[in-house]
């Protein structure tokens, strides 16, 4: 199979990667309300960019997914509020939620990349 990444794809991943490393290194750094909040706006930038603003605004208010929106929303506004530790907890548990339903198939990507595919076909993961 194969993907086509597009200009805007190319940006919304790397919104993404930036996303991820802001939260990381706002998790490593006692939990650093500036980073936090930087590592959020670029995540959701990047999901909104990637998958388009339609298909983010069905995924956010998709009637299944309330509870992992309002969660990772009442996370995201704890962390704003000085709370990091609540948010960051009440934002992991909505993206679980949320995002639940890709796993299987950021599992088939990755086992088809060649160096990671090798070390993750082992018997606890199933590709």
């Known amino acids: 199979m ?9 940006i919304g991943l ?3 990667g930036f996303g991820i490393f802001f ?3 706002g998790v490593i750094l006692f939990f650093d309300r500036g980073l936090l909040a930087l590592g959020n706006i670029f995540f959701l930038a990047g999901v909104a960019i990637l998958v388009g ?5 069905q ?6 997914n309330y509870k992992g929106s309002a969660s990772f929303l009442l996370g995201l506004f704890f962390i704003f509020v ?3 530790i609540v948010g960051i907890i009440l934002e992991i548990y909505g993206c679980v939620v949320l995002f639940g339903g890709f796993w299987s198939s950021v599992s ?3 086992c088809q990349i060649p160096v ?3 070390v993750i076909q082992y018997p606890f993961m199933v590709c």
């Open 116 to 118: 990671l595919g090798w």
């Open 59 to 64: 995924l956010f208010t998709n009637r299944k």
């Open 53 to 57: 603003w339609y298909s983010t605004l």
């Open 23 to 25: 939260l990381f290194l």
């Open 108 to 110: 088939v990507f990755l």
């Open 14 to 16: 790397g919104l993404i």
């Open 2 to 10: 194969v993907y086509e990444i597009t200009e805007q794809k190319k």
């Open 82 to 84: 000085r709370w990091p």
